[in-house]
């Protein structure tokens, strides 16, 4: 059973470029959320997909973007990027509808915008 | 809204004495809660949820609603204990709300 795998680790982009942030999910998981970790912060949720549509969204402005492909794997799109939007990047995979809450996190993208 | 605060930002212990982090949460519906921690290097990773009432690595937490908690309690630390702990909600949707963690480092 593989877990969930992000890339790039590291990404260093300049204020006002866009970026693409990769997640596979858990083998299993048909669910992908994403969450944005600004530094001594927790977790906060940006937005899911499932069936590779938008199934909720946290209180994120409309430049952050995402798509879920048929293998279940996702992305993230930032456009516009701020110095605000550096942050760790996580990915979690989950089954929807298993009830058992099970959500797998990937390590992470630590996006820095100069 | 739905909200979780963790009060201490960080908590030190020596080994073998008891270690409470706290929790509360805001919500006004029947929440699940989680403890979620992240050893250093690795992965953010499930510790316990309080559907199930386990004891994982000897931590226990009880939901008490009356006081909107969720503290997690170990009797007796263990050095590799020391890690940052984040709470977290789930309420009527799929997504998470974790509060801002504890950093707990458990002294020799």
């Known amino acids: 059973e593989t877990g969930v795998t992000q890339s790039p680790t590291h990404l260093i982009k300049t204020r006002g470029q866009q970026v693409t942030l990769r997640c596979s999910s858990q083998?299993?998981?048909?669910?992908v959320s994403w969450y944005q970790q600004a530094l001594g912060q927790g977790p906060q949720f940006i937005f899911q997909y499932y069936r590779e549509e938008e199934n909720g969204r946290g209180n994120f402005p409309p430049r952050f973007s995402g798509l879920q492909f048929p293998n279940y794997s996702s992305e993230l799109n930032v456009n516009a990027l701020e110095l605000d939007d550096s942050a760790l990047y996580l990915c979690a995979s989950s089954l929807q509808g298993a009830n058992d809450y099970g959500y797998t996190f990937g390590s992470g993208t630590r996006l820095t915008v100069v | 809204a739905q909200r979780v605060t963790q009060p201490e930002k960080l908590l030190s212990v020596f080994k073998g004495a008891p270690v409470e982090l706290k929790c509360n949460y805001s919500?006004?519906?029947?929440?699940?809660l989680f403890w979620y921690v992240q050893y250093s290097r690795q992965r953010l990773q499930l510790l316990l949820r309080h559907i199930s009432r386990e004891s994982i690595k000897g931590f226990t937490a009880d939901l008490n609603k009356g006081e909107t908690s969720f503290h997690l309690k170990k009797p007796f630390a263990q050095e590799e204990d020391s890690a940052m702990y984040y709470c977290?909600?789930?309420?009527?949707?799929?997504?998470?709300?974790f509060g801002k963690g504890t950093k707990l480092t458990v002294n020799p």
């Open positions: 977290a909600l789930q309420g009527g949707s799929e997504k998470l709300v």
């Open positions: 083998s299993g998981h048909n669910t």
């Open positions: 919500y006004s519906g029947s929440p699940e």
